[in-house]
């Protein structure tokens, strides 16, 4: 027998099972290496008991499915089962069968429908049942272990649509109040911008980043989740958003992992404010005071590559008078900047996007989508004023075809009649 890997694209590689344990994840340190984002460091592993192959995922983020139902406990694997970790499939196959043949499960005959499934315990305490028949009160013995499973499934399919129809209901009142308490500001245009967007150039990044988000991302609801969506944004340098989402994580099973991470990050927040602040210092030209802040920061990880470069930079300045110069922003740099604002705004993260799009203004004036996507976070959080100064700045950089000069020239126009409205109510009456 042998392991067939199969990625996203297509491509398949082999692995023979040759070891009583063979582990699968994204370090490099797994014998079955899958380096994408979506598989966790140590994600599964396949264990030989007793002459067979048992599958177990490791507390996976995103779980590890068998056949496309997603395992809780160890499985046993054969021929006909397809697993799928993130975006690869995994299959267990004899020697005699080229490597080319692709990896579709032998289809099995389907159970016999049944008049009630049963729910899983951790999840609901009341089974669900389906149609008016009557079930019997226990499952038979005899019943295959396939059967088994499309049970369980069905009954987390029925749990899931319960919670997205409850998550939907909290999502649209979230969006009405949202919606109202905004309604006294004019809207920004960026969202209108979309479907007029020509085909991506050189020039100007692709249209899909205007793209404004219409729908929220699934909030976390278990620990496992929540959990996930924490080490998500420490890997992100996000350690006051990660300590938030570990917050949020009450299951005692994970007090210890929860009591070392939080101690950890607590840390890493900490010198990441350091970084920011010795930074500051050290542009407004006071070597000792940045190097004074960043003494918090020297036992850092996280953030070791800038603790570095800022103490070179520190140690040059203090031999001699430092001059003065322009900071030259590269292109990568400043479209770097770019990006991370776009997907935070996207994300709904107007605060943090806005300091990004502030420090790419400030690296490249003449940057015109760093000027409309800052005059739309302003226009977003309320502050009109700000919004209307990087609007106009963006109309004198914009070129005249460019599909979002329409829908600024409007903000303004709106903008400034609702000034000489006010302005005019308020005038004594002769």
Request: proline share 10%; charged share 30%; aromatic share 4%.
């Amino acid at each position: 027998m042998k392991l067939v890997i199969e990625d996203d694209e297509g491509k398949r590689r082999e692995v023979p099972p040759d070891r009583d344990e063979i582990t699968i994840g994204r370090r490099e340190d797994n014998l079955v290496h899958l380096p994408e984002r979506n598989v966790s460091r140590h994600h599964a592993r396949l264990v030989r008991r007793d002459g067979q192959l048992v599958l177990e995922d490791l507390r996976s983020a995103n779980g590890t499915r068998v056949n496309g139902v997603r395992i809780s406990e160890p499985v046993s694997l054969g021929e006909a089962d397809l697993v799928r970790i993130g975006d690869y499939g995994v299959a267990l196959r004899p020697d005699e069968v080229p490597l080319d043949v692709p990896l579709v499960p032998v289809t099995t005959p389907e159970p016999p429908p049944v008049g009630r499934v049963d729910v899983l315990a951790d999840t609901a305490p009341h089974p669900l049942v389906l149609g008016g028949t009557e079930a019997p009160a226990s499952l038979p013995e005899e019943l295959s272990a396939p059967a088994r499973r499309s049970r369980r499934a069905l009954g987390v399919v029925g749990l899931g649509l319960f919670l997205g129809l409850g998550a939907a209901m909290l999502l649209r009142t979230r969006d009405a109040e949202s919606l109202h308490s905004r309604a006294a500001v004019p809207p920004p245009p960026t969202p209108e911008v979309v479907a007029e967007v020509p085909p991506p150039s050189p020039a100007e990044p692709p249209p899909l980043e205007l793209t404004p988000p219409t729908v929220s991302a699934p909030r976390p609801s278990t620990a496992t989740e929540w959990l996930a969506a924490a080490r998500t944004s420490a890997e992100a340098r996000d350690f006051d958003r990660a300590l938030r989402s570990l917050a949020q994580v009450r299951d005692r099973a994970f007090a210890s992992e929860v009591q070392t991470l939080r101690k950890t990050w607590r840390i890493e927040a900490a010198a990441g404010r350091a970084v920011k602040s010795a930074r500051k210092d050290l542009d407004l030209g006071r070597p000792s005071g940045a190097l004074k802040k960043l003494d918090a920061a020297r036992n850092s990880r996280a953030w070791a590559p800038e603790v570095a470069e800022l103490r070179s930079e520190i140690t040059a300045a203090m031999k001699g008078p430092r001059k003065p110069q322009p900071h030259a922003a590269s292109p990568a740099e400043v479209e770097r900047l770019y990006r991370e604002g776009k997907s935070l705004y996207d994300a709904g993260s107007v605060g943090e996007a806005t300091g990004r799009f502030e420090r790419c203004v400030a690296l490249d004036k003449n940057h015109p989508r760093c000027h409309l996507m800052l005059a739309t976070s302003y226009a977003r959080g309320g502050d009109t004023g700000r919004a209307e100064t990087y609007y106009r700045r963006f109309l004198a950089l914009a070129s005249a075809d460019d599909p979002a000069v329409p829908r600024v020239k409007k903000f303004l126009e709106d903008s400034d009649a609702q000034k000489k409205a006010r302005a005019s109510s308020v005038m004594p009456q002769r």
